[in-house]
């Protein structure tokens, strides 16, 4: 699989019914583990004071990331997406092999 670094910004549209966001971001956290239990989310991180989310996803190409695994969250239609595709880096100390 290959690996994405995605930046996810949620707004919820104006005037929905604060039951139905907290029903949604419930529903979140569950598929959130459910695909962390796949492989397909690696990571998630929230930078301090900020109202989005910036996580390691794997995918097999950008297609299916944003189609079977972000089109599966709960709260995918109130998101924006900015998605890199990502490639190892020879100095990367967390790659097998590491440096030569």
């Known amino acids: ?3 994405f670094l995605v930046e ?17 971001r419930a529903a979140e956290a569950v598929r ?3 695909l962390a239990a796949t492989d397909h989310l690696v990571r998630l ?3 301090v004071g900020e109202l989005r989310s910036i ?7 950008e297609a299916e990331l944003r189609a079977d695994v972000l089109g599966t969250l709960p709260l995918w239609p109130w998101m924006t997406a900015v998605v890199t ?9 967390g790659r097998s092999g590491g440096a030569a």
């Open 1 to 3: 699989m290959k690996e």
């Open 45 to 47: 991180w929230r930078p």
């Open 32 to 34: 959130a583990k459910e």
């Open 8 to 24: 996810l910004t949620t707004t919820v549209p104006e005037g929905t019914d604060a039951a139905e966001v907290d029903r949604r």
């Open 85 to 93: 595709a990502l490639q190892s880096h020879p100095n990367d100390p």
């Open 55 to 61: 996580g390691l996803w794997r995918a097999e190409d």
